[in-house]
């Protein structure tokens, strides 16, 4: 049982570069999310999905896209690459958010994500 | 004003010492509450969510106040492994899915 992976765990690109960012999990979560860490920011949700070939937009969104083709990867684009994209970004997922009980997140190892 | 708040610290106590982290929200309108530990450049990870009437987990309270909007995580007889940072995090259905990070607060435990 590996939990949530990331792939890649580094990565370095040059402005306007595009890459994908992949998540994979095996506990069968309906919900999977993205986030971004950035120093003095906390934990920012980018995209999240809510199951198979649903997604939603976060707080922000901007300059990313998202899918979930399958119930255990959800994928983050970046089709463009900026300096400001340069953070890490780490994968969640969970069982349910629903009423007024929300499950725990299982986080990803993080991706470190560095653009020139 | 910032929806979850918390100290940022760092909190800098010697082995065996209590410690306690505060953290404030602004939307009465929550409903769960959690704290998270994240190690340095590593994910987080839940520590234990936090309920109305308080919760105990070995060295570990948490306790809500849901009159002041706050949330308290006190750490008692402080190891070295204690080190990281603690996230408060707040969830509002109303907000959609989201739970609500706070930015941290740093502790450091030292021999």
């Known amino acids: 049982n590996a939990g949530v992976t990331q792939t890649p765990k580094f990565r370095v690109l040059k402005t306007g570069q595009s890459m994908t960012l992949l998540c994979a999990q095996d506990?069968?979560?309906?919900?999977m999310y993205w986030y971004r860490q950035d120093p003095g920011m906390g934990l920012r949700l980018i995209h999240y999905?809510?199951?198979?070939?649903?997604?939603a937009k976060g707080e922000v969104p901007d300059g990313y896209n998202v899918s979930r083709l399958k119930k255990q990867n959800f994928l983050l684009g970046l089709e463009s690459a900026a300096p400001s994209q340069t953070s890490v970004y780490f994968c969640?997922?969970?069982?349910?958010?629903?009423?007024?009980?929300?499950?725990?997140?299982?986080f990803g190892p993080g991706t470190r994500l560095t653009v020139l | 004003r910032k929806e979850v708040e918390q100290d940022p610290g760092p909190f800098n106590v010697p082995e065996g010492a209590t410690v306690a982290f505060n953290c404030t929200y602004s939307?009465?309108?929550?409903?769960?509450f959690f704290w998270y530990r994240q190690d340095c450049r590593k994910e987080p990870k839940l520590l234990m969510s936090?309920?109305?009437s308080g919760n105990e987990d070995g060295r570990f309270t948490a306790q809500l106040n849901r009159a002041s909007q706050y949330i308290s995580l006190l750490i008692r007889d402080s190891k070295l492994s204690d080190s990281a940072t603690y996230l408060c995090v707040v969830y509002n259905n109303q907000a959609g899915t989201a739970l609500i990070f706070g930015k941290g607060t740093t502790l450091s435990v030292s021999s």
């Open positions: 999905s809510v199951g198979e070939g649903t997604t």
């Open positions: 936090v309920y109305s």
């Open positions: 969640a997922s969970s069982y349910f958010q629903r009423g007024y009980i929300a499950d725990t997140q299982y």
């Open positions: 506990m069968n979560h309906e919900y």
């Open positions: 939307n009465s309108a929550s409903q769960s």
